[in-house]
């Protein structure tokens, strides 16, 4: 038993070894420069969408290898800071993923699935909205009469 177990564990190093020492298709440097041409990408794509744009920050960008050298997904969340046509600031987060494909006959990398959402948007100058009482002193406020729909009998 004592040999089976030394077996296994000498096994087990040689294949961590091999895996740690073999060449990487895609490495670090590759990933690393990715993430900063979808960033790039993302960044020109928004300043084009929105020419009131302030800001933008990327708080979260990985890629994840689907199929190595054909296939990656980047994961990102981010947010613009925008102006609204009232003067008032908009910071507006978005967070999801997109989905790369390798083109064959150019070796280049276009956009195959785009999923990215906005769960957030937040004033920074909040404005006060009123009700304003046009009813005159003693009488009661009228209450607007209420639409005819598909559920009425009449």
């Known amino acids: 038993m004592k040999y089976i177990s030394l077996a296994i564990v000498l096994v087990f190093m040689a294949w961590t070894w091999s895996t740690a020492n073999s060449t990487r298709e895609y490495g670090i440097r590759e990933s ?8 790039a990408a993302i960044t020109a794509f ?10 933008i920050r990327f708080h979260q960008l990985y890629t994840e290898i689907l199929r190595p050298d054909e296939e990656i997904r980047a994961h990102l969340r ?3 800071i ?6 008032d600031t908009v910071e507006q ?4 993923t997109l989905t790369l494909k390798k083109s064959k006959e150019d070796q280049t990398w276009r956009s195959a699935a ?6 957030l948007v ?3 100058n909040g404005a006060k909205i009123s009700v304003q009482d046009d009813t005159p002193a003693g009488e009661a406020p009228v209450a607007p009469s209420p639409a005819r729909g598909a559920r009425d009998s009449h």
């Open 82 to 87: 925008d102006s609204t046509a009232g003067g």
């Open 122 to 124: 937040e004033f920074q």
């Open 32 to 39: 690393r420069e990715m993430e900063t041409d979808i960033e």
């Open 46 to 55: 928004v300043a084009k969408q929105r020419p009131t744009l302030k800001d």
């Open 78 to 80: 981010y947010t613009v």
């Open 93 to 96: 987060s978005f967070q999801g």
């Open 114 to 119: 785009i999923d990215i959402q906005s769960p």
